[in-house]
């Protein structure tokens, strides 16, 4: 997996950095798992990743990690753990599909509108590739893994 990403989470997206998951949560992608804090609505809510290199990734819910002393009291947030489905190539089609049900979260981060933007002119069949996500992320001289 190769940052920044695009997270769907909670009906938005958020484009996030290398250190993103530092704050809440792990991502261990050997493993193909992913710790993350959870909401307050209860659950983490989130649901696919697409990558800089344009890999789609499945996220899938595995349930509430047991709590520890710290969470327990309310000093730390439960985590949820999900299953990363292995990365695959993506159709426009098929991201427009998924990202019709969403909003943008904030009017200072148009992620939603700006990735419809970026795809409307292209073709449903087109396959994302990493040139189309370096355009939306403005370059490619973030990416780590």
């Not at 250190?19 to 659950?43: C, T, W």
């Not at 983490?44 to 349930?63: R, Y």
């Not at 439960?78 to 190539?89: D, H, K, N, S």
């Not at 904030?106 to 996500?133: H, W």
């Amino acid at each position: 997996m190769r940052f920044p990403l695009v997270i769907c989470s909670h009906k938005t997206l958020i484009v996030a950095a290398a250190d993103f998951f530092d704050g809440i949560g792990k991502l261990d992608m050997s493993a193909g798992i992913l710790e993350v804090n959870i909401a307050h609505d209860g659950r983490a809510g989130f649901e696919w990743i697409l990558d800089s290199e344009a890999v789609f990734f499945e996220l899938a819910s595995e349930g509430i990690l047991s709590l520890n002393l710290l969470q327990r009291i309310g000093l730390k947030r439960p985590r949820e753990r999900l299953r990363v489905a292995p990365g695959r190539q993506i159709s426009v089609g098929e991201i427009i599909d998924r990202l019709a049900s969403l909003q943008n979260q904030f009017e200072e981060a148009p992620n939603v509108s700006d990735l419809k933007a970026q795809l409307a002119p292209l073709a449903p069949e087109y396959i994302l590739r990493r040139e189309d996500m370096l355009q939306y992320f403005g370059n490619g001289t973030n990416n780590k893994e």
